[in-house]
């Protein structure tokens, strides 16, 4: 279905186009399943397994999530994941996202986890990739919602390390979806990854890469030729770099963009100075997601209804994009993706 801009958008008033951000179908492809657990969760599973947090309260904990920048965030986000030991703890950690997920109309996930996090703890590959999959199973059955799961390698830590944790992970192969890098940007570039993406690829693991959150526009370059990503996660400094953004263009290379992720840790001053619409208007394949909803402020469907409130130029039209290249940009086989857009056509014709 084909919809152009300015005229038809027009004819939108703000409450009918919140409504149709919200309830039109969608793929979410850059959600951290660790960044979606709600302070109420932390809290319980401290008590469920008696460890012992750095926070006297779920108040106390929401009111550190007062982020400068990514290492700031990084640094509660791992405190945060402490909480997880049990196989029970990944899968209802998975499971309230899924719920959330269900209620944004969001018919898709494709999740990262960060292993390492885990197994520095002692806790096996095992018990946490079988809570994740028992909970995408079940999802599937309560909701109808697919999913998938990238494994994350942590990129402050070493080459030795992700190749220790991509060993653990062989035997599950066939449980993954395919594998990403996230953690410390800058400092840390794609090329560091060389060879252990080239095993993963071997291995017929897909591969996408963070890069170009606060790292510059050459991280993008690198994830694209060192790593060979099919995505980028985030990518939004491209449009620093003309050349590059005629490359992703041309090569179709789909951007996972995170509005309230760059708010909450000042990559933008504000939603609407966000590139959401130079993004768009440079033809980029660009996918609206929430990135670590619990501590960012908001699910999938708060990070479309927010950004189109801050950004009165964007409108149904590219609603309809985001959601259709939500679709496209996901691993997903293509008659389930053709499947989607025609759930999205008949509610666009509908609106
Ligand atoms: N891990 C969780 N969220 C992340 C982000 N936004 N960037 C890099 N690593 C992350
Ligand atoms: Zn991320």
């Known amino acids: 279905m084909q919809f152009t801009c300015a005229p038809e958008d027009a004819a939108f008033s703000h409450a009918p186009l919140m409504a149709l951000l919200c309830r039109m179908p969608k793929a979410e492809l850059h959600v951290h399943v660790e960044g979606t657990l709600e302070p109420e969760l932390i809290f319980a599973l401290a008590e469920r397994n008696g460890v012992k947090l750095p926070y006297a309260s779920v108040d106390a904990l929401r009111a550190a999530y007062a982020f400068t920048d990514l290492q700031s965030f990084l640094d509660v986000y791992y405190a945060g994941a402490n909480v997880l030991l049990h196989e029970a703890d990944f899968f209802d950690m998975a499971m309230a996202y ?3 997920a269900a209620a944004d109309n969001v018919v898709h996930a494709e999740l990262f986890f960060d292993p390492q996090t885990h197994t520095e703890r002692g806790v096996a590959f095992v018990t946490m990739i079988n809570g994740l999959t028992r909970a995408s199973q079940q999802a599937e059955q309560q909701w109808g919602i697919t999913s998938g799961w990238i494994l994350c390698f942590l990129r402050h830590r070493s080459e030795a390390a992700a190749f220790e944790t991509l060993a653990q992970a062989e035997p599950f192969r066939a449980l993954l979806l395919g594998v990403g890098l996230d953690s410390s940007e800058q400092g840390h570039p794609p090329e560091k990854f060389t060879r252990v993406f080239a095993r993963c690829r071997a291995l ?5 890469a963070h890069a170009g959150e606060e790292g510059p526009p050459a991280y993008i370059a690198g994830a ?8 980028i996660d985030h990518g939004v400094r491209c449009l620093e770099d003309a050349a590059l953004v005629a490359r992703l263009v041309a ?3 789909p951007l996972t963009v995170c509005p309230l992720s760059n708010l909450k840790l000042c990559v933008v001053p504000s939603l609407a100075a966000h590139p959401l619409p130079a993004l768009l208007e440079a033809g980029l394949c660009v996918t609206l997601n929430s990135d670590d909803p619990a501590y960012f402020g908001g699910y999938i469907n708060r990070n479309f209804t927010d950004t189109f409130t801050a950004l009165p130029q964007l409108g149904a039209a590219h609603a309809y994009r985001l959601a259709d290249n939500s679709f496209t940009a996901s691993f997903a086989p293509p008659e389930r993706q053709a499947a989607w857009r025609q759930r999205l056509d008949r509610l666009f014709a509908a609106a």
């Open 98 to 100: 899924f719920r959330r």
């Open 204 to 208: 017929g693991l897909r591969c996408v």
């Open 251 to 253: 090569q179709r290379v």
């Open 224 to 231: 694209l030729d060192a790593l060979q990503a099919q995505r």
